[in-house]
């Protein structure tokens, strides 16, 4: 595949083995049924993932209370509730893939909450230059939830003409949202319109996106009224499978169980980075403790859990012994015993 990058390039992109063109905002074509293994996805040589931001929201006890007002996680609309935005920091990630010709592509994962915060973070890790030069491909948002997407302006403030890809699942409001708009009775906006082409990922399908990555669109409800949440697979030479999500609110069984059925990764599987939705607003139920004992049974080589993966599921981790990259606990992160803002962790 050629290089990804560089403002003049996301005139095409590799998806489902075939160069399509993403002039417009359109749907991408899967990857066909038949196709779907580890050699036909390709392999890349390296993924080297850089935590912008990690933390969700600041203060637990605030975020619940306004869950609770709103009705509940399964019953709060997202769209029509009242929150506190301060409150909010949210989680985005930076990701370079190396090709096994050495070219580099560079792009975010998801945009965060408190644009002003994320803003922030951009700038502390040299990403506002990176977006402004053009060296960010695109944005992929895992997932339509206000700590994954409404800081999308301090991506947009740098480059609006940037790709973006979301899964087709995105609400009308989310779309809305992209596009410019402010809701008042939430108290968020995005006042920089953004200019260039929005790419949806089809909901339950495989989106190859480059050689040795491939985009999942899992079809799923989750909490306050979102569907779909997508997540990535990179096949990393002479390493094995590394996964990443945003949210993994389609829990973290589901993601490495989607590799082995899918992607033939029995005992290949090597790596796993991003939020895993097992104790995001504190301690373990039973369902959450059986999450993390499966997780051993897969033979992860380096996992790098983070965001809503909640502080006790990953000491938990530690205590079963599995192989948790640790962070610096610095730039605002609220532990070293995860990768936290600021961090690298690399596969391959």
Not at 3 to 10: N, S, T, V
Not at 305 to 331: D, F, R, S
Request: net charge neutral.
């Amino acid at each position: 595949m050629t290089e990804l990058g560089r403002r003049e390039f996301i005139k095409s992109m590799v998806v489902g083995g075939a160069v399509l063109s993403l002039e417009g905002a359109l749907v991408a074509p899967h990857l066909d049924a038949a196709s779907r293994d580890l050699k036909s996805i390709g392999e890349c040589r390296r993924v080297a993932i850089k935590c912008i931001s990690e933390v969700g929201w600041w203060d637990t006890k605030l975020l619940l209370e306004e869950l609770k007002k709103g009705g509940g996680p399964q019953e709060c609309d997202q769209w029509n509730a009242e929150w506190t935005n301060k409150n909010g920091a949210g989680f985005c990630s930076l990701v370079e893939v190396e090709a096994l010709n050495g070219t580099k592509t560079k792009f975010l994962i998801d945009t965060g909450w408190n644009a002003e915060y994320i803003d922030e973070r951009l700038k502390a890790e040299g990403v506002d230059a990176m977006l402004k030069n053009g060296e960010i491909a695109f944005l992929y948002i895992t997932h339509e939830h206000l700590d994954h997407l409404w800081g999308l302006e301090a991506a947009l403030k740098y480059n609006p003409e940037i790709k973006i890809l979301i899964p087709g699942s995105f609400h009308a409001p989310g779309i809305q949202f992209i596009e410019g708009a402010e809701f008042a009775k939430l108290g968020v906006k995005n006042a920089i319109k953004h200019r260039g082409q929005v790419v949806k990922l089809q909901v339950g399908e495989m989106t190859k996106l480059a050689d040795g990555m491939v985009s999942v669109s899992f079809d799923i409800p989750i909490i306050l009224k979102i569907r779909g949440e997508q997540s990535l697979y990179f096949n990393v030479k002479d390493v094995g499978l590394v996964l990443c999500a945003g949210c993994c609110h389609q829990n973290v069984v589901a993601l490495a169980d989607y590799a082995v059925q899918n992607l033939g990764a029995q005992g290949k599987l090597y790596g796993i980075y991003g939020g895993l939705h097992i104790a995001p607003f504190g301690p373990l139920g039973d369902k959450e403790k059986g999450w993390i004992e499966k997780m051993g049974t897969y033979g992860f080589k380096k996992i790098a859990a983070n965001h809503c993966t909640g502080l006790p599921a990953v000491q938990k981790m530690i205590e079963l012994g599995y192989p948790v990259v640790k962070g610096l606990g610095k730039k605002g992160s609220i532990s070293d015993l995860y990768v936290g803002n600021g961090d690298w962790v690399v596969f391959g």
